[in-house]
């Protein structure tokens, strides 16, 4: 299951991140900072994939399933 809500959370950063990224990646640092953003959904300390998933993605799917 923490591999399922990883590579769900992991494929929606990547869909939003294919258009965003012509946007934003003049900033400073931006690709140091979408480096720690993955390393943080991938850690088993943090549990961020699962934090996101349980937080926005399950209650929009929950929402839509009817």
Do not use: H
């Given at each position: 299951?923490?591999?399922m809500m990883y590579w769900i959370v992991f494929s929606l950063f990547m869909a939003t991140e294919t258009f965003?990224?012509?946007?934003?990646?003049?900033?400073?640092f931006y690709y140091e900072v979408k480096m720690a953003?993955?390393?943080?959904?991938l850690s088993p300390y943090t549990r961020g994939a699962?934090?996101?998933y349980r937080r926005f993605v399950h209650p929009?799917?929950?929402?839509?399933?009817?």
């Open positions: 299951v923490r591999w965003t990224d012509l946007l934003i990646s003049w900033f400073p953003f993955v390393i943080w959904l699962s934090l996101l929009t799917l929950a929402r839509r399933e009817k």
